[in-house]
């Protein structure tokens, strides 16, 4: 059986504006995220980002639709490939359960080389 840190389960990389502990709770539910904080990744610029996640063969969750459309696009244009591009609507504090529910189910029913090169908005 695999375990849920195989290649099979879509690795994460949060980006600065999704909560930092959010990382930490997918984690202790078995699946591999680190937040920007963690990586040392504060206060770099959107393409910065991407390409960190990318090189570490990670998916990308963010609050940031519209760069990362664009970003997206220009990638795509370039014939760059990225781990995958997940987008998800700003939520509030309030609503971090919610959020958390909405990652897990997506890591539950994608696998990671479904991911590659997409751009997913939350829900979906």
Avoid at 18 to 45: H, N, P, T, V
Avoid at 92 to 108: C, D, I, P, W, Y
């Amino acid at each position: 059986m695999l375990n849920k840190n195989s290649e099979l389960f879509i690795k994460l990389y949060l980006d600065e504006n999704i909560y930092w502990d959010l990382a930490k709770a997918i984690r202790q539910r078995g699946f591999d995220a680190i937040s920007a904080a963690e990586a040392g990744m504060l206060e770099k610029s959107d393409p910065e980002q991407l390409e960190y996640a990318t090189s570490q063969n990670r998916a990308i969750l963010t609050f940031n639709m519209g760069d990362f459309d664009r970003i997206c696009a220009e990638w795509w244009s370039e014939g760059r490939e990225h781990a995958g591009i997940i987008i998800t609507q700003p939520m509030t504090r309030a609503q971090f359960g919610e959020l958390l529910r909405r990652v897990l189910k997506l890591l539950n029913q994608v696998a990671a080389d479904e991911m590659r090169n997409r751009l997913i908005y939350l829900p979906q």
